[in-house]
């Protein structure tokens, strides 16, 4: 099944307003001509009102990088999934690794964000992943299958319908070391294996993006693969030439 690929960006603690303005118009100009690749980026919360003002109406969507998982309540310092539909966000990425390893986030905590999003109309990107120490250890399918799948026991694989699963393998974010097309395949296989045990029409239209240092010049390789459907881009989504490269690689 050829499906669409999706290049989202996830710009993390980073930039600012002035900054910010001309990565914007850059990806937002330079989408225009790539129709066929769907493009978002996941700002953070304080420049959500900029990224819409920039970009309402152009092909790049956008979205946040984590939400909190209840609708609303004394949770301060949160941000809840309508709040995020107000600013006109499509996506919101969940269980980030970074978010997992600094914030104690267990897999179970991530559905809950998962489900809150979805339940607010927004498109959550689910990142599963191992660190090196797993991968060496052999557990790599065991630890995505228990990330995949406290989601499907909580929400039931229906919620897989519209919503996307990055796997990013941790020893891979922000490393520069990149999996093997040929590694990530195989976890993308697996990935989608595993949700066809469920179901599997889902399976089949599940959009499986891969994260962890894709760049311009391995970006076509990866996405070249059957199971890979467009790539999480942390570093490189933060230089317009260097996102739109790998949006372009995208292009089917
Ligand atoms: C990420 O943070 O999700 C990521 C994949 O980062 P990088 O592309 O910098 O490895």
Known sequence: MMRRKLVAGNWKMHGGLTQNAGLLDAVRDGMASMPDVDCAVCVPFPYLAQAQQKLSGSNVKWGAQDVHQSDKGAFTGEVSAAMLRDFGCSYVIVGHSERRAYYGESSHLVAEKFMAAQKAGLTPILCV??????????????????????LIQLAGVQALRNAVVAYEPVWAIGTGKTATSAQAQEVHTFIRRRVASHDGQIASGLCILYGGSVKANNAAELFAMPDIDGGLIGGAALVADEFLAICRAGQI
């Open 129 to 150: 992943g191992e660190t090196l120490e797993q991968r060496e250890g052999g557990v790599t399918e065991a630890i995505v299958a228990e990330q995949l799948d406290a």
